[in-house]
């Protein structure tokens, strides 16, 4: 089971001033990189987080590039489906590669962390315009995604209240803090 610990141990915990993916300002980054880039590590998280989604008899993961790429690919493995990634294309997420997906296919999304579900939501957007079924969506970590963010059930390996803000109400802008962008929506 991964634990905050995990994330102290490889470095995957940063504080300090970030732009999250989502656009919102926080203290705290979850580098899942960090600890992804131990197998053994990424293996538990990806057996863990399919224990949470095989209710859902998914048939493949899907998982939007960069971040969600090694845990969907570990949570596909643990459930024995095949995995897919989503990449952006002109600003939207697009299967490539040769990747489709089969009218009514189960799919379960697999991000590294859920903050307000705007990834997860582009991603299932494009399952079903492909006309698959998505059948739920899962996490390493839930940072605090706002009850009914997703339309479909959603589970985490673990959840951490990490606080984020608006721009407008940062706290840490507001003291002239740096501020960092390492995610893969809003490179440095």
């Known amino acids: 089971m991964i634990s905050l610990q995990d994330f102290i141990d490889t470095g995957a915990l940063l504080t300090g001033h970030f732009r999250l993916s ?3 300002h926080s203290d705290r980054y979850l580098q899942c990189a960090r600890l992804l880039m131990w197998p053994p590590r990424a293996e538990n998280a990806g057996q863990s987080l399919a224990e949470r989604l095989v209710e859902f008899a998914p048939a493949v993961v899907v998982s939007p590039a960069m971040g969600g790429v090694l845990i ?3 949570t596909a493995r643990a459930l024995r489906v095949p995995f897919l990634f989503a990449e952006r294309q ?3 997420f697009a299967l490539r590669r040769g990747f489709h997906l089969e009218a009514g296919q189960p799919v379960a999304i ?3 962390v859920f903050t307000t579900g705007k990834s997860t939501n582009e991603v299932l957007d494009l399952c079903a315009a492909a006309g698959s079924r998505v059948v739920a969506a899962g996490s390493i970590v839930d940072r605090g995604m706002p009850a009914g963010a997703l339309p479909v059930p959603a589970r ?3 959840s951490l209240f ?3 803000w608006p721009e ?3 706290p840490l802008c507001r003291a002239g803090a740096p501020l960092d ?3 893969s929506r809003h490179p440095r």
Request: aromatic letters at 0%; hydrophobic letters at 30%.
């Open 22 to 24: 989502s656009s919102l």
């Open 72 to 74: 969907g690919h570990e």
């Open 90 to 92: 002109d600003g939207a």
């Open 110 to 112: 697999v991000e590294d």
């Open 156 to 158: 985490s390996v673990l």
């Open 162 to 164: 990490l606080p984020a």
């Open 168 to 170: 407008s109400e940062c």
């Open 181 to 183: 962008s390492p995610g």
